[in-house]
T-cell receptor, first 117, second 114 residues
Framework: NAGVMQNPRHLVRRRGQEARLRCSPM?????VYWYRQLPEEGLKFMVY????????ESGMPKERFSAEFPKEGPSILRIQQVVRGDSAAYFC???????????????FGAGSRLTVL | DQQVKQNSPSLSVQEGRISILNCDYT??????FLWYKKYPAEGPTFLIS?????DKNEDGRFTVFLNKSAKHLSLHIVPSQPGDSAVYFC?????????????FGTGTSLTVIP
């Protein structure tokens, strides 16, 4: 009965490389959210996905960032041509319902910490 | 545009006393509020929630109060224990123009002094 699984836990990339962060939601959850926590800041919403669909990507930077949640396999947050400012903790969360419905709760993974050298 | 605000970055409390963490929001469409607790190097874990149809929800040592007219909620922990030392995030969600997001505050770091 695993929770939300994120990997890798730690990722080091040099400027210009690509970073791929993976998230497997809790069993039975079909809604996935990605949040970013920059040093000394709170959790910033990035994107909300359901299987094969991006529902809300209003928090995603317009360039270099993309996310997917395929029919099979984990959700992936992809950052191309990373820069030092991308260094942060990236958290994935899942829920059984859409965020706007009452009594919904996000379950978070342990996070992936990206360091860009 | 921070729709959920936690204006106190940190709070220190003696063990056994009450901890009160505050949170304000700006969007009147929010109808569901949650508190999360986060230890270093871990993901946030759900603590307690409250629907806008209530003004209080209690779970053991944790009580959340909601004042809709003031757009304010608070988390009370009593008695506080050293293991409660963590960062606490409040979050809000709702229907309508709030979309599908959960909006989080910037967190309050609680230190319970033994």
């Amino acid at each position: 009965n695993a929770g939300v699984m994120q990997n890798p836990r730690h990722l080091v990339r040099r400027r210009g490389q690509e970073a791929r962060l993976r998230c497997s939601p809790m069993k039975g959850h079909s809604h996935v959210y990605w949040y970013r926590q920059l040093p000394e800041e709170g959790l910033k919403f990035m994107v909300y996905l359901q299987k094969e669909n991006i529902i809300d990507e209003s928090g995603m930077p317009k360039e270099r960032f993309s996310a997917e949640f395929p029919k099979e396999g984990p959700s992936i947050l992809r950052i191309q041509q990373v820069v030092r400012g991308d260094s942060a903790a990236y958290f994935c969360a899942s829920s059984p319902f859409s965020g706007g419905l009452g009594a919904n709760v996000l379950t978070f993974g342990a996070g992936s910490r990206l360091t860009v050298l | 545009d921070q729709q959920v605000k936690q204006n106190s970055p940190s709070l220190s409390v003696q063990e056994g006393r009450i901890s009160i963490l505050n949170c304000d929001y700006t969007n009147s469409m929010f109808d569901y509020f949650l508190w999360y607790k986060k230890y270093p190097a871990e993901g946030p874990t759900f603590l307690i929630s409250i629907s806008s149809i209530k003004d209080k929800n209690e779970d053991g040592r944790f009580t959340v109060f909601l004042n809709k007219s003031a757009k304010h909620l608070s988390l009370h922990i009593v008695p506080s224990q050293p293991g409660d030392s963590a960062v606490y995030f409040c979050a809000a969600s709702g229907i309508g123009n709030t979309g599908n997001q959960f909006y989080f505050g910037t967190g309050t770091s609680l230190t319970v002094i033994p």
